[in-house]
């Protein structure tokens, strides 16, 4: 049983930084990619960054190209996600996922196939 727990997210004003963490547990946590997704309320979950297994290839929306870097450990099965030059758009429930393959690396919803519970971030303007 996979278990994905993300770990923090708050409140941060604009223009500040915050780093996500998500430590997965239950399988070969080195040969699936991961991703982290983020959704707001009344829309729907919108892709963020993707890492491949090994860490040496990562890609990112548009929207946080630049600004969000997203990193693994893999000694401690564990996803990162830093975020610098926060904007109130930021703003969401961010969720890492965990690849539904081996050796595979995707950046939509069905490439992945266990979820974390979600952290809140919230940027003041």
């Known amino acids: 049983q996979v278990q994905l727990v993300e770990s923090g997210g708050g409140l941060v004003q604009a223009g500040g930084s915050m780093r996500l963490s998500c430590a997965a547990s239950?399988?070969?946590?080195?040969?699936?990619?991961m991703g982290w997704f983020r959704q707001v309320p009344g829309e729907e979950r919108e892709f963020v960054a993707t890492?491949?297994?090994?860490?040496?290839?990562?890609h990112y929306a548009d929207s946080v190209q630049g600004r969000f870097t997203i990193s693994r450990d893999n000694a401690k099965n564990t996803v990162y996600l830093q975020m610098n030059s926060l904007k109130p758009e930021d703003t969401a429930v961010y969720y890492c996922?965990?690849?539904?393959?081996?050796?595979?690396?995707?950046?939509?919803?069905?490439?992945?196939?266990?979820w974390g519970q979600g952290t809140q971030v919230t940027v003041s303007s």
């Open positions: 996922a965990e690849g539904k393959r081996s050796y595979y690396m995707g950046d939509g919803e069905l490439d992945y196939d266990y």
């Open positions: 890492i491949s297994w090994s860490g040496g290839n990562t």
């Open positions: 239950g399988r070969a946590f080195s040969t699936y990619a």
